[in-house]
């Protein structure tokens, strides 16, 4: 077989063709730290790789929204636990109320105090979070929950939704409450259910007749213990979203270690590949300057 001169200077152009493409490669795996640079180099890893990082953006949203339920309710819970302090202080002016030696105006006084618990508790109860979306209008975030009709009269404008977030693969957990569960659903003390602001509506009511109720202390328990329930409840959703967001955190890491050992690279067998590589580059550079320097008329 006849070699020409110009096959033997082409296939020298490709061998160091050959070796700078398969080092720049090298230099540009030891540049960005990753393996596969493109689907091709290994299509199963870099198939699972997609995977991963798909589920690794899935747990991302689930911290995400762990986060949002958290602070929503940790938000709620503060409110509750002021309304469950006016409670608490209007529920000692009525046992203070009920001492026979007080006046009609003593009990007058006493009566402006719980207006202003009353207007406290109210404005509480309509309370928005950081986006301005009410806390206790269920699925109605966008409505007032509650309203002063006048006389005595007060109404829930929202429904009996609870907003419930994905935190985990299998768990949902509700980042509210309905109002009308928290505020509307008090003993009245005789059988009956009545509404958290018209028990100490019709408390002020008594004090101004100079004729406290007797059943007023019991309604105002019911309503603090409507409280103390709810927020007995947001502290378990609390901790089921802490310990949610801690496995969450795990499998995250669990994820993590796997796409690394698929697609990071190993920075020794590299560098080792990347100084091999550059020897046989050069290698080629002066095997091909000496091929090209050779001609028969050298000889003549």
């Known amino acids: 077989m006849r070699i020409s001169t110009s096959l033997i200077f082409q296939q ?28 091709s180099d290994d299509p199963s890893a870099a198939t699972r790789v997609l995977e991963l990082d798909q589920l690794v953006d899935t747990l991302q949203q ?15 819970e503060s409110v509750l636990s002021d309304v469950g302090d006016v409670l608490q202080r209007v529920r000692e002016l009525a046992v ?13 006084a006493i009566a402006v105090e719980v ?9 509480l109860a309509n309370s928005t979070d950081a986006t ?14 509650f309203s002063d009709n006048g006389a005595g ?3 829930y404008n929202g429904d009996q939704g609870e907003r419930s977030l994905q935190i985990g693969p299998t768990r949902q957990v509700s980042v509210g409450d309905s109002g009308d569960q928290v505020f509307m659903r008090v003993d009245d003390g005789a059988g009956g259910v009545s509404d958290m602001f018209s028990v100490l509506y019709d408390f ?3 004090l101004e007749a100079n004729n406290p109720s007797t059943t007023t202390l019991t309604r105002l328990d019911s309503a603090i213990d409507e409280v103390l329930t709810t927020r007995a409840s947001i502290g378990a959703r609390l901790n089921t979203i802490d310990s949610q967001r801690n496995m969450n955190d795990s499998f995250d890491l669990l994820l993590q270690q796997n796409r690394s050992a698929l697609e990071d690279l190993d920075y020794a067998e590299a560098v080792s590949r990347f100084e091999r590589q550059l020897l046989a580059l050069q290698a080629s550079q002066q095997s091909f300057i000496k091929i090209e320097g050779l001609s028969l008329f050298n000889y003549l």
């Open 12 to 39: 020298g152009v490709n061998a160091m063709l050959d070796q700078q493409t398969a080092l720049a490669k090298t230099q540009q795996q030891l540049a960005t730290g990753q393996r596969i640079l493109k689907p």
């Open 62 to 76: 689930y911290q995400r929204n762990s986060d949002y339920g958290e602070a929503r309710l940790k938000l709620e």
């Open 96 to 108: 203070r109320a009920n001492n026979d030696t007080l006046s009609a105006g003593d009990r007058n």
């Open 115 to 123: 207006r202003t618990s009353l207007d406290a508790v109210l404005q």
């Open 132 to 145: 301005g979306e009410y806390l206790f209008s269920g699925y109605q975030t966008g409505t007032q929950p």
């Open 153 to 155: 009269s007060f109404s």
């Open 204 to 206: 002020a009511l008594d």
